[in-house]
């Protein structure tokens, strides 16, 4: 199917969206769409006929675990009532521990990267089978960014999904952007990667801004495409004409206009490269032994005893596993704090409200010690109960404040008059 150019949706640019001109299709992240109640401005592009692909972030089709079937039936359910033509994922782990580790589970709140080993294709490849399964269209998977490396790795990323695509027969959605991160941060040359992942199986692209920190590229999308991210969306371009291409942004919006500029020139690469195409390339694959389904039950048991253990160092600070990069653990550790920071206070904007300039600073203390494994939203609600069991915030009003908040938050329902009477006598008295 062809898509043509697209951005992706968010709450906080539906207007800036809805105004474009030239976009062919959206990409809203599947969790925040609620099919009781999805948003009128997205369902309004719908009745447009705009298409509109939901993507998820929350699978975590690269971990130990079968994939949750709560979590495919809520994707399913999205992609039917959004018309899609395919759904998105990743190839990334998202968390660790539970059942085949017998210990507490854990929650990265971020996507990590799995290691390119064939214990984790066989692992990936019959979780793939699973949500293909459980699916009503075609699933789609994306490279991810990564900080870290495994050690010991037996193909390149290339190799590693064009096996993924021969055994599955999924379709791929290459993040140039990705790609450019990886080769800062780990060396790795897109063009080698372009030539040896098969671009036919592309059904699109993200093109997305970053920033180089901590002597790493981040991937942000809150920052402007860069040069070298257009070059290796040239790089493809110079390959394949994607059936899609689309422009991520996820926080620090610009105006409307800085939006159209970036659209226009992902466009104008696009052209120039077509004009420029050398030609086909020659894709080089990896030696596959061969794996039982036994193997299998015995790599996702590897797998999980890996993952936790580089899971736990990076979010609770348990000793890094052998053969990793101490320093960057380090900076991923506090990329995934910061990250979990923000998104605490989107879903709970209350409590950056409360706590002011002092919210940040609280709650990356909080995370050193308290890793999430619930999702952001009780994670939010644990940070305010562990603050006020510290005693915390030191200003009485902003206690109370807080203290209402997370009452309301542990208990949903209406409470019954004689409760809001208690509540109403209490608050007098801590008034006076």
């Known amino acids: 199917m062809k898509l043509g150019i697209g951005i992706g949706w968010r ?24 099919t009781g109640h999805p948003p009128d401005a997205l369902m309004r592009l719908r009745e447009r006929g705009v298409t509109v692909v939901p993507h998820g972030v929350s699978l975590g089709l690269g971990g130990a675990d079968r994939p949750d079937p709560g979590r495919l039936s809520a994707l399913a359910a999205r992609a039917t009532l959004l018309g899609a033509p395919l759904v998105t994922e990743h190839i990334a782990f998202v968390r660790g521990g539970g059942p ?70 999924v379709r791929l959605l290459i993040d140039v952007a990705n790609l450019h ?20 199986a592309i059904a699109y692209v993200h093109v997305a801004g ?56 992902i466009r104008t690469t696009l052209v120039t490269a077509r004009a420029a195409s050398p030609g086909g390339r020659v894709r080089t694959g990896a ?17 999980a005893v890996a993952q936790t253990a580089l899971l736990s160092a990076l979010v609770a600070g348990t ?14 550790s506090r990329a995934l704090a910061a990250k979990r920071a923000g998104v605490v206070a989107k879903v709970a904007p209350e409590l950056p409200e409360i706590l002011g300039d002092g919210y940040r600073r609280a709650f990356l203390a909080y995370a050193r010690t308290h890793p999430m494994s619930d999702g952001y939203r009780r994670d ?27 009452q309301d938050q542990v208990d949903p329902r209406p409470p019954r008059r004689s409760v809001r009477l208690v509540r109403a006598a209490r608050a007098a008295l801590v008034g006076k």
């Open 11 to 34: 709450p906080e640019i539906a207007d800036a969206v809805a105004a474009l001109p030239g976009i062919d299709w959206v990409e809203a992240v599947a969790e925040n769409i609620c």
């Open 100 to 169: 085949l580790t017998a210990s507490p589970r854990l929650e990265a709140g971020h996507l990590l990267p799995v290691p390119r080993t064939w214990d984790a294709l066989d692992v990936l490849c019959e979780n793939v089978r699973i949500a293909q399964d459980s699916l009503p269209v075609p699933l789609a998977l994306e490279n991810i960014a990564a900080l870290v490396s495994w050690p010991d790795e037996q193909m390149t990323e290339g190799q590693f999904l064009a096996e993924l695509v021969e055994r599955t027969g």
């Open 181 to 200: 991160t990886n080769h800062v941060n780990r060396g790795e040359d897109p063009a080698t990667a372009l030539d040896e992942l098969p671009v036919e």
């Open 210 to 265: 970053g920033v180089q920190k901590d002597g790493v590229w981040h991937d942000t999308h809150a920052h402007p495409v860069t040069q070298p991210v257009l070059d290796v969306l040239a790089e493809l371009r110079s390959r394949v004409d994607p059936p899609g291409v689309l422009l991520e942004r996820d926080d620090d919006f610009p105006p409307a206009a800085e939006l159209a500029d970036e659209l226009t020139t």
């Open 287 to 303: 030696v596959r032994p061969e794996r039982t389904s036994s193997a299998t039950e015995a790599a996702r048991d590897r797998s």
């Open 319 to 332: 000793p890094a596993p052998e053969g990793f990069d101490h320093r960057r653990l380090g900076v991923q």
């Open 380 to 406: 939010a609600v644990d940070f305010a109960e562990q603050l006020l069991i510290d005693g915390l915030p030191s200003d009485g009003a902003a206690r109370r404040r807080l203290t209402r908040w997370w």
